[in-house]
């Protein structure tokens, strides 16, 4: 980080800060979401395995698929119609969002690279929409009962 992005950051204020610290917290309500939905469909998962890249938020060891649930805004959802570009500081937001979206990529193709199969899912996305699809990619789940 560069002292130029280094200042933009330090002018965030304390209030906004911590909005954004607990908005980027672990165990977001769109992750719970997403994985009562897997559960009660019979998959299981890890979540958070420390290890890999980006740390996906839930991972599915045997079947080596990563899924990431992604916050539309944090995340630069393109094409996304719940969120834009902040109209003050965007010099500062552009920088923060871009750098997010950069590193996301980039942790996508690390995980391809090391043989995973990656799904984001956003979370503006019904569950009608990423569910089959996942489904597809994980193939039937084990039911136990
Ligand atoms: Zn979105």
């Excluded at 992005?5 to 330090?10: G, L, P, S, V, W």
Aim: charged content about 30%; glycine content about 6%.
């Amino acid at each position: 980080m560069n002292m130029k992005t280094a200042n933009i950051f330090d002018a965030v204020d304390p209030v906004r800060r911590k909005i954004m610290s607990a908005i980027r917290s672990r165990d977001t309500k769109p992750e719970k979401a997403v994985r009562s939905t897997l559960h009660a469909a019979g998959y299981r998962f890890r979540k958070h395995l420390t290890g890999l890249p980006g740390r996906p938020d839930i991972v599915f060891t045997k079947r080596r698929v990563a899924v990431f649930v992604h916050g539309c805004f944090w995340h630069v959802h393109g094409g996304c119609k719940t969120w834009s570009f902040p109209r003050t500081r965007s010099e500062y937001w552009s920088i923060k969002l871009q750098g997010n979206a950069r590193r996301d990529l980039l942790n996508l193709a690390k995980l391809r690279a090391d043989g995973w199969k990656t799904v984001v899912i956003w979370e503006c996305q019904p569950t009608k929409v990423w569910l089959p699809k996942l489904k597809r990619i994980l193939g039937p789940a084990k039911r136990r009962r």
